[in-house]
């Protein structure tokens, strides 16, 4: 085990060097890169909106929208086949996905039939090779009652083809604002993720997204006063529509569409030569300007109305025919909606209208202030660490060290290298990871001081110890890993930044501290020879421990059963603070202009908007508020009118830092995610365990995981902390954290069960126990090291999680100990279940102690 040959040592090495020149560009000028070649690293990584500021929107396009546009389309279409090829007629109507039409005469049914056969045709789905599928079905539930229903396929053709049509309009739309790399991207089957870094301006992109930007010109009817038409009823052809106006001017207007704005080839925001106001020029394309000129020949002295999503922007008057394929709209502008204006004409309209179902919004300042506060903790923690670990473990604490920084060189290296999204969560995973890596260790160096106070010369200690340790190390590391990857694929948004860096980290971490670190040791036993292992100052455990465990079990079985009762009690009768990710509505941060934030003046002014139950409550320093308001009964729009109206009356005194707003949709499946991601990871453990182990081993695991999420969930309820999505995020580290700690200590005892068959079992468990005490104390030390500093340092943000984490690490360690071990009493766990394996695994340590004699 402590040999290494060239090739290997040149490998160890190259890993790290690879890992240091990906990691440079993170910390180095990038003046640096810029003369190397283009193969060579020099990309950072990307840093997550909650680090550098910018907006996550998710859009959602309104199916109904796009079936109700269908069955219109289908009842105009019947009605023009069947007048074309005068057929009579009567009852054509609509409802839901439904058209239905009497033929009068029944010797035309056939004919009828006939002439709407190409309803019914098969269209080509562009899916999978191009297949076909038929939009409308026709029955006849009577005779010449022709009934055309909308298929579901039919439904789910036209959404996807809306779907890939509003991702390239909300595209150009975006590109159009000038904002760096943005995502915009299909998520499922009608909904649009759009995040755009950097941007100082959430609420205009809002607007953007949010117009369908319909653009027709029409005619107004002047053959009447339109205020006749609203108290009477419109001349067939006609609707009245609204101008943009404060207040809106009510207009006439023809439904026949001269042009749309399908028919432009470009619109840029100007200035009127002749006011100097701000307008919008278009021109249209060869056939646009053919109808327009004829259209404004044939109504000079008329009205026509320029049309935006229904409401009228402007309505001039033709003084002369306009027959250059160009002109300007004008219409109250500021310079910046004259801009907004032209970049919706210029990307086109949307085929249905985009909902905001979610929107998560941070502000620059608040994302410098996260980095600021994340680079700190991660400082403070890894230097708390490295103290700790040379203080224990003297030498071997320095070469654990190294390995350390190694470790986080390579995770750092390999989020650059894969173009990874680096977000707050994801600081936490690395601060996380620097606290959980040296359990690694912890586990060989303990096993190495074992080895030698069992008589084994230090060479024999040091072999046998990492030989030892590999096994326990793999099934630690694997069960976090295993709740890191459901976190991934059931998580969202930065819960999966906290996923993907936890994961590397485990792959790092396994890699460093038995390879690199092996090698170091290796080194130097090869070059020192050492006759006795480095001393160290701290020892948190005396060597020889007799404690007994299992005489305290009923204790604490009966401590932890009463404990989960009262959790499971409270939490059935007290409300738990969920966040707006499990409940919807609307959280704002805001911070004061000037001066601290006034507290009462801010509840005051949003007491008068008509929210519901609206929380106001100072978050970090003074200065700083955090505002929850409570969902809204309107569905997903109302949360954003919520926005519109807390920024319209605090906008002047108070910097918007944060917006989230979830809406129903959202949160229900958050909620649901949520809930799935805690029992799959909790399967996929069990499985794994028992795979490893034996039936009894996993569900004693299983047992006491359960306990410690049952006391996290009563931490929760108690403290009153808001249960959101970090929490969840919280819940599955826990659990793969207490699953670590309880498969080390099953590991010893396994061992102990084939190498002590006839010994009685509670007293095999209080052995292994007291061997494995020290290793569990050093290991909870150093990630509540690294805990500690991050919740004292790390932000108020991220504060709350940080807490649930310090105090699963307690309760993990606890249930390991107390919970996970006794439970094999009661499973009447034997020795003899090992005994074949232990023969086999006693014969394979005698042949390594003599080639390590050797």
């Known amino acids: 085990m402590l040999y290494f040959s060239r090739w290997q040592t040149v490998l160890i090495w190259l890993a790290v060097v690879f890992g240091i020149a990906y990691a440079a560009p993170n910390v180095l000028p990038p003046s640096l890169f810029q003369s190397l070649p283009a193969w060579a690293p020099s990309k950072p990584m990307t840093l997550g909106l909650d680090l550098q500021g910018g907006s996550h929107i998710l859009l959602q396009i309104e199916q109904q929208e796009l079936v109700e546009e269908r069955v219109e389309t289908t009842r105009d279409d019947i009605r023009r086949l069947l007048r074309d090829e005068r057929i009579g007629y009567t009852g054509l109507s609509a409802s839901g996905r439904t058209v239905q039409v009497r033929i009068r005469d029944a010797g035309q049914i056939d004919a009828a039939r006939q002439a709407l056969d190409e309803l019914t045709q098969p269209v080509t789905s562009g899916l999978f090779g191009g297949g076909t599928l038929v939009e409308l079905s026709l029955s006849e539930p009577e005779p010449g009652l022709l009934r055309f229903t909308l298929t579901d396929e039919g439904v789910d053709y036209r959404l996807a083809s809306a779907l890939s049509q509003s991702i390239e309009v909300v595209s150009r739309r975006v590109n159009e604002l000038g904002t760096t790399e943005p995502v915009i991207q299909r998520q499922g089957n009608d909904r649009i993720l759009v995040q755009v870094p950097g941007l100082q301006d959430p609420e205009r992109l809002k607007d953007i997204l949010g117009q369908t930007a319909k653009l027709t010109f029409r005619m107004v009817d002047q053959s009447m006063p339109v205020e006749e038409a609203i108290e009477g009823r419109p001349p067939a052809g006609t609707e009245v529509l609204y101008s943009t106006d404060d207040p809106p001017v009510p207009y006439l207007i023809e439904n026949r569409v001269i042009v749309s704005g399908e028919n432009l080839v470009d619109a840029q925001a100007t200035f009127d030569q002749r006011t100097n106001e701000p307008v919008v020029s278009f021109r249209f394309d060869t056939k646009g300007a053919t109808r327009f000129g004829q259209a404004t020949q044939q109504n000079v002295g008329r009205l026509f109305a320029i049309i935006l999503d229904d409401q009228v922007i402007s309505a001039p008057q033709i003084r002369e025919p306009i027959l250059g394929g160009s002109g300007q709209i004008s219409g109250n502008f500021t310079t910046q909606t004259a801009n907004d204006l032209a970049v919706l004409l210029r990307a086109g309209a949307l085929p249905a209208t985009l909902t905001i179902i979610e929107e998560r919004t941070v502000g620059p300042g608040l994302g410098q202030d996260s980095i600021d506060a994340g680079q700190v903790a991660a400082a403070i923690g890894s230097v708390l660490v490295v103290v700790f670990m040379i203080a224990a473990y003297g030498l071997l604490g320095v070469f654990s060290v190294i390995a350390l920084a190694a470790n986080i060189t390579m995770i750092i290296a390999i989020l650059s290298l894969l173009g990874a999204t680096l977000t707050l969560p994801g600081i936490a995973g690395i601060v996380l990871t620097v606290g959980m890596a040296v359990d690694s260790s912890v586990l060989i160096f303990e096993r190495i001081r074992e080895e030698r106070r069992n008589g084994r010369s230090v060479v024999q200690a040091v072999d046998t110890g990492f030989s030892k340790a590999l096994a326990t190390i793999v099934d630690a590391n694997v069960t976090t890993l295993i709740a890191a990857v459901i976190l991934f694929y059931l998580g969202s948004g930065p819960i999966r930044g906290f996923a993907v860096t936890l994961a590397i980290g485990i792959v790092t971490t396994v890699f460093t501290a038995y390879t690199l670190t ?227 200590v099953y590991d010893r005892v396994r061992e102990n069960l084939r190498r002590y068959k006839k010994m009685p079992l509670p007293q095999l468990l209080d052995m292994s126990m007291n061997q494995m005490l020290s290793r569990t104390m050093m290991t909870s030390v150093t990630t509540l090291l690294a805990l500690l500093a991050l919740f004292v340092f790390g932000g108020e943000v991220i504060r709350s999680f940080t807490a649930a984490m310090i105090f699963g690490v307690v309760i993990g360690t606890y249930s390991s100990v107390f919970i996970a071990a006794p439970l094999l009493i009661l499973f009447r766990m034997r020795a003899s279940q090992m005994s074949r394996e232990g023969e086999d695994e006693a014969a394979g340590e005698e042949e390594a102690g003599r080639l390590a004699a050797k």
């Open 518 to 744: 092996r090698w170091l040791i290796a080194e130097w036993v090869r070059r020192q020879r050492p006759k006795e292992l480095a001393r160290a100052p701290l020892r948190l455990v005396p060597q020889d421990t007799a404690i007994r465990f299992m005489w305290l079990r009923r204790f604490a079985f009966t401590l932890s059963a009463a404990a989960s009762i009262a959790t499971l009690a409270l939490f059935v009768t007290v409300d738990m603070n969920y966040g707006i990710d499990f409940k919807g509505g609307s959280l704002i941060e805001v911070k004061a202009v000037e001066g601290d934030a006034d507290l009462a003046d801010i509840r005051g002014r949003l007491s008068g908007l008509n929210l519901g139950d609206v929380q106001v409550q100072e978050f970090g320093d003074p200065s700083e508020v955090l505002i929850r308001v409570q969902a809204q009964g309107g569905g997903e729009n109302a949360e954003q009118s919520v926005i519109a109206k807390v920024r319209g009356e605090l906008e002047a005194d108070y910097e918007f830092r944060r917006v989230e707003v979830v809406g129903p949709t959202v949160s229900g499946e958050l909620a649901r995610a949520g809930t799935i991601a805690v029992l799959v990871s909790l399967f996929a453990i069990l499985v794994y365990i028992w795979l490893r182990f034996e039936w009894q081993f996993a569900i004693g695991a299983i047992l006491a995981t359960m306990h410690d999420v049952i006391m996290t969930i009563g931490f929760f309820v108690i403290t009153g902390i808001e249960f959101n999505l970090s929490s969840i995020a919280a819940i599955l580290t826990i659990v793969g954290y207490s699953l670590n700690d309880t498969v080390v």
